[in-house]
Protein backbone atom coordinates (compact mmCIF):
# COMPACT_ATOMS: atom_id res chain seq x y z
CA UNK A 1 0.00 0.00 0.00
CA UNK A 2 1.41 2.96 -1.07
CA UNK A 3 0.34 5.86 1.93
CA UNK A 4 1.12 9.53 1.29
CA UNK A 5 3.61 10.73 4.02
CA UNK A 6 3.41 13.98 5.79
CA UNK A 7 3.94 16.67 8.43
CA UNK A 8 3.01 19.07 10.78
CA UNK A 9 3.54 22.50 9.29
CA UNK A 10 5.21 23.86 12.07
CA UNK A 11 8.17 21.47 12.16
CA UNK A 12 11.26 24.34 11.37
CA UNK A 13 12.52 26.97 13.87
CA UNK A 14 12.44 30.39 12.70
CA UNK A 15 10.28 29.57 9.82
CA UNK A 16 6.36 30.34 9.85
CA UNK A 17 4.16 27.63 9.08
CA UNK A 18 3.66 29.57 5.90
CA UNK A 19 7.02 30.06 4.48
CA UNK A 20 8.15 26.60 6.11
CA UNK A 21 5.23 24.70 3.03
CA UNK A 22 8.37 25.54 0.23
CA UNK A 23 10.64 23.41 2.54
CA UNK A 24 8.40 20.77 3.17
CA UNK A 25 7.22 20.47 -0.42
CA UNK A 26 10.72 20.39 -1.63
CA UNK A 27 11.21 17.55 0.65
CA UNK A 28 9.18 15.72 -1.10
CA UNK A 29 5.94 15.43 1.64
CA UNK A 30 2.91 15.16 -0.41
CA UNK A 31 0.40 16.14 2.71
CA UNK A 32 0.83 18.31 5.52
CA UNK A 33 -1.54 19.37 9.17
CA UNK A 34 -1.65 22.47 10.88
CA UNK A 35 -2.11 23.44 14.42
CA UNK A 36 -3.49 27.22 13.41
CA UNK A 37 -6.85 28.17 13.69
CA UNK A 38 -7.18 31.71 12.93
CA UNK A 39 -9.67 31.09 10.00
CA UNK A 40 -8.12 33.64 7.22
CA UNK A 41 -4.12 32.09 8.39
CA UNK A 42 -5.80 28.44 7.58
CA UNK A 43 -7.07 29.75 4.21
CA UNK A 44 -4.08 30.94 3.41
CA UNK A 45 -2.09 28.35 4.19
CA UNK A 46 -4.61 26.09 2.47
CA UNK A 47 -4.33 28.15 -1.13
CA UNK A 48 -0.47 27.96 -0.68
CA UNK A 49 -0.84 23.99 -0.14
CA UNK A 50 -3.25 23.82 -3.27
CA UNK A 51 -0.15 25.79 -5.31
CA UNK A 52 2.39 23.62 -4.15
CA UNK A 53 0.05 20.50 -4.45
CA UNK A 54 0.64 19.12 -0.90
CA UNK A 55 -2.34 18.18 0.89
CA UNK A 56 -3.70 20.24 3.89
CA UNK A 57 -5.57 16.93 5.31
CA UNK A 58 -6.18 18.04 9.22
CA UNK A 59 -6.03 20.27 11.85
CA UNK A 60 -4.92 20.50 15.18
CA UNK A 61 -6.94 22.34 17.45
CA UNK A 62 -6.13 24.37 20.39
CA UNK A 63 -5.97 22.36 23.58
CA UNK A 64 -4.48 24.04 26.28
CA UNK A 65 -6.76 24.70 29.72
CA UNK A 66 -8.54 21.59 28.20
CA UNK A 67 -9.27 20.31 31.86
CA UNK A 68 -10.98 23.77 31.99
CA UNK A 69 -14.17 21.32 30.23
CA UNK A 70 -14.65 18.89 33.40
CA UNK A 71 -14.44 22.10 35.67
CA UNK A 72 -17.85 24.32 36.95
CA UNK A 73 -17.90 27.87 35.58
CA UNK A 74 -17.14 29.59 31.98
CA UNK A 75 -13.42 29.02 31.90
CA UNK A 76 -13.65 26.83 29.82
CA UNK A 77 -15.44 29.46 27.00
CA UNK A 78 -12.32 30.63 25.68
CA UNK A 79 -10.82 27.27 24.54
CA UNK A 80 -13.81 26.26 23.29
CA UNK A 81 -14.45 29.13 20.85
CA UNK A 82 -10.74 28.01 20.06
CA UNK A 83 -11.85 24.80 18.95
CA UNK A 84 -14.95 26.64 17.36
CA UNK A 85 -12.58 28.55 15.23
CA UNK A 86 -10.68 25.67 14.09
CA UNK A 87 -13.89 23.61 13.08
CA UNK A 88 -15.04 26.74 11.23
CA UNK A 89 -11.54 27.38 9.35
CA UNK A 90 -11.70 24.07 8.32
CA UNK A 91 -14.84 23.72 7.22
CA UNK A 92 -14.51 27.24 4.99
CA UNK A 93 -11.43 25.41 3.62
CA UNK A 94 -12.67 22.44 2.76
CA UNK A 95 -10.42 20.51 5.16
CA UNK A 96 -12.29 17.44 6.44
CA UNK A 97 -10.90 16.60 10.02
CA UNK A 98 -10.23 18.66 13.11
CA UNK A 99 -7.71 16.71 15.97
CA UNK A 100 -8.91 17.84 19.67
CA UNK A 101 -7.95 16.82 23.38
CA UNK A 102 -9.58 15.48 25.60
CA UNK A 103 -7.83 16.18 29.08
CA UNK A 104 -4.69 17.06 29.77
CA UNK A 105 -1.65 15.46 32.77
CA UNK A 106 -2.43 12.67 35.02
CA UNK A 107 -4.59 13.89 37.16
CA UNK A 108 -7.56 16.09 35.26
CA UNK A 109 -10.73 16.81 37.39
CA UNK A 110 -13.50 13.92 37.32
CA UNK A 111 -15.60 13.19 34.73
CA UNK A 112 -18.74 15.19 35.14
CA UNK A 113 -22.21 14.95 32.95
CA UNK A 114 -21.94 18.82 32.43
CA UNK A 115 -18.32 18.44 31.06
CA UNK A 116 -19.93 15.89 29.01
CA UNK A 117 -22.32 17.97 27.83
CA UNK A 118 -19.51 20.46 26.68
CA UNK A 119 -18.45 17.70 24.28
CA UNK A 120 -21.76 17.47 22.82
CA UNK A 121 -21.66 21.10 21.69
CA UNK A 122 -18.64 20.46 20.73
CA UNK A 123 -19.42 17.30 18.15
CA UNK A 124 -22.94 19.20 17.50
CA UNK A 125 -20.46 22.40 16.24
CA UNK A 126 -18.65 20.02 13.94
CA UNK A 127 -21.70 18.00 12.81
CA UNK A 128 -23.39 21.36 11.51
CA UNK A 129 -20.39 22.22 9.42
CA UNK A 130 -19.67 18.71 7.92
CA UNK A 131 -15.77 18.54 9.68
CA UNK A 132 -15.04 14.92 11.73
CA UNK A 133 -13.45 15.41 15.10
CA UNK A 134 -10.57 13.37 15.98
CA UNK A 135 -10.11 12.43 19.32
CA UNK A 136 -6.59 11.89 20.16
CA UNK A 137 -4.55 9.29 23.06
CA UNK A 138 -2.54 10.78 25.73
CA UNK A 139 -2.50 10.12 29.38
CA UNK A 140 -5.38 9.03 30.26
CA UNK A 141 -7.16 6.15 28.49
CA UNK A 142 -10.36 6.20 30.47
CA UNK A 143 -11.10 9.58 29.64
CA UNK A 144 -10.71 9.12 25.64
CA UNK A 145 -12.76 5.46 26.23
CA UNK A 146 -15.71 7.46 27.81
CA UNK A 147 -15.60 9.88 24.76
CA UNK A 148 -15.47 7.85 22.18
CA UNK A 149 -17.96 5.03 23.73
CA UNK A 150 -20.05 8.30 23.98
CA UNK A 151 -20.08 9.40 20.79
CA UNK A 152 -19.49 5.51 19.12
CA UNK A 153 -22.32 6.20 16.86
CA UNK A 154 -21.80 9.48 15.36
CA UNK A 155 -20.62 10.13 11.80
CA UNK A 156 -18.31 13.03 12.49
CA UNK A 157 -16.27 11.23 15.53
CA UNK A 158 -13.15 9.59 15.18
CA UNK A 159 -10.01 8.91 16.35
CA UNK A 160 -6.13 10.56 15.93
CA UNK A 161 -3.61 7.98 16.95
CA UNK A 162 -0.51 9.24 18.32
CA UNK A 163 1.87 6.24 18.62
CA UNK A 164 4.59 8.46 20.90
CA UNK A 165 1.78 9.33 23.08
CA UNK A 166 1.30 5.97 23.66
CA UNK A 167 4.75 4.75 24.02
CA UNK A 168 6.30 7.55 26.92
CA UNK A 169 2.99 7.59 28.64
CA UNK A 170 1.95 3.73 28.71
CA UNK A 171 2.88 1.61 32.13
CA UNK A 172 3.19 -2.17 32.33
CA UNK A 173 0.96 -3.57 29.14
CA UNK A 174 0.19 -0.47 26.71
CA UNK A 175 -3.65 0.23 25.93
CA UNK A 176 -3.91 -1.37 22.56
CA UNK A 177 -5.96 1.86 21.17
CA UNK A 178 -5.42 0.67 17.42
CA UNK A 179 -7.80 -2.18 18.16
CA UNK A 180 -10.13 -0.06 20.45
CA UNK A 181 -10.49 2.57 17.62
CA UNK A 182 -8.80 1.98 14.56
CA UNK A 183 -11.87 0.81 13.07
CA UNK A 184 -12.86 4.99 13.11
CA UNK A 185 -9.00 5.81 12.61
CA UNK A 186 -8.77 9.36 10.72
CA UNK A 187 -5.24 10.80 11.40
CA UNK A 188 -1.96 9.95 12.91
CA UNK A 189 0.97 11.48 14.67
CA UNK A 190 4.11 9.54 14.43
CA UNK A 191 7.61 10.92 16.15
CA UNK A 192 9.57 8.84 18.95
CA UNK A 193 10.58 8.89 22.85
CA UNK A 194 12.11 6.43 24.97
CA UNK A 195 9.15 5.61 26.62
CA UNK A 196 8.09 5.82 30.14
CA UNK A 197 10.48 7.44 32.53
CA UNK A 198 11.12 4.02 34.54
CA UNK A 199 13.20 6.56 37.54
CA UNK A 200 10.20 8.85 37.89
CA UNK A 201 6.75 7.51 35.97
CA UNK A 202 5.58 11.04 36.27
CA UNK A 203 7.67 12.62 34.03
CA UNK A 204 6.43 13.89 31.03
CA UNK A 205 8.76 11.91 28.30
CA UNK A 206 7.02 12.91 25.24
CA UNK A 207 10.06 14.04 23.49
CA UNK A 208 8.47 14.36 20.11
CA UNK A 209 11.99 13.27 18.34
CA UNK A 210 12.84 11.89 14.77
CA UNK A 211 11.19 7.89 14.00
CA UNK A 212 14.36 5.57 15.38
CA UNK A 213 15.96 8.10 17.53
CA UNK A 214 13.96 7.01 20.40
CA UNK A 215 13.24 3.19 21.05
CA UNK A 216 9.67 2.88 19.65
CA UNK A 217 8.62 -0.26 17.66
CA UNK A 218 7.67 0.77 14.46
CA UNK A 219 7.24 -2.36 12.91
CA UNK A 220 5.08 -3.59 15.45
CA UNK A 221 3.24 -0.69 15.40
CA UNK A 222 2.95 -0.66 11.47
CA UNK A 223 1.36 -4.23 12.22
CA UNK A 224 -1.29 -3.01 14.55
CA UNK A 225 -2.12 -0.21 11.62
CA UNK A 226 -1.93 -2.90 9.48
CA UNK A 227 -4.83 -4.04 10.65
CA UNK A 228 -6.93 -1.52 11.24
CA UNK A 229 -7.65 -1.19 7.25
CA UNK A 230 -6.47 2.22 7.44
CA UNK A 231 -5.47 3.78 4.41
CA UNK A 232 -4.39 7.55 5.21
CA UNK A 233 -1.13 9.07 5.76
CA UNK A 234 1.77 8.70 8.13
CA UNK A 235 2.29 12.16 9.37
CA UNK A 236 5.14 13.17 11.62
CA UNK A 237 4.67 15.62 14.70
CA UNK A 238 8.14 16.98 15.03
CA UNK A 239 7.78 19.17 18.02
CA UNK A 240 12.01 18.90 19.38
CA UNK A 241 14.05 21.10 16.92
CA UNK A 242 16.57 21.74 19.34
CA UNK A 243 17.87 18.49 19.18
CA UNK A 244 18.50 18.58 15.48
CA UNK A 245 19.60 22.74 15.85
CA UNK A 246 22.51 22.04 13.57
CA UNK A 247 20.51 21.34 10.26
CA UNK A 248 19.41 23.42 7.96
CA UNK A 249 15.72 23.41 7.05
CA UNK A 250 16.78 21.07 3.81
CA UNK A 251 18.82 18.69 6.02
CA UNK A 252 16.00 18.27 8.54
CA UNK A 253 13.28 17.89 6.15
CA UNK A 254 15.64 15.32 3.96
CA UNK A 255 16.29 13.26 7.31
CA UNK A 256 12.37 13.55 8.52
CA UNK A 257 10.95 12.61 4.94
CA UNK A 258 13.75 9.32 5.08
CA UNK A 259 12.28 8.42 8.75
CA UNK A 260 9.13 8.21 7.86
CA UNK A 261 9.45 6.89 4.30
CA UNK A 262 11.21 3.88 6.37
CA UNK A 263 8.05 3.39 8.69
CA UNK A 264 5.81 3.00 5.65
CA UNK A 265 7.97 0.09 4.01
CA UNK A 266 7.94 -1.59 7.04
CA UNK A 267 4.22 -2.20 5.79
CA UNK A 268 5.07 -3.67 2.69
CA UNK A 269 6.66 -7.00 4.58
CA UNK A 270 3.06 -7.63 5.80
CA UNK A 271 1.30 -8.07 2.77
Not at 55 to 66: I, K, M, S
Not at 121 to 142: G, P, Q, S, W
Not at 147 to 157: L, S
Request: with cysteine; aromatic share 12%.
Amino acid sequence: MKRKLGIITSCLPGKSEYDALDYIADAGFEMVFCDEFNQKEILRLKEKCDRLGIALEFLHAPYAGVNQFWNPGDAYLKLRDGIYSSIEGASEAGIPVVVSHVSSGWFPPLIYDFGLARFDELVEYATAKKVKIAFENLRRDDYLDVIMKRYEKEPYVGFCYDCGHQHCYSYGEPVDYLALYGDRLLCTHIHDNFGRDQTDIWRDADEHIMPFDGNLDYTAMMKRLHKTGYTGALTLELCNQERYCEKTPAEFLAIAHERIAKIAALESQLS
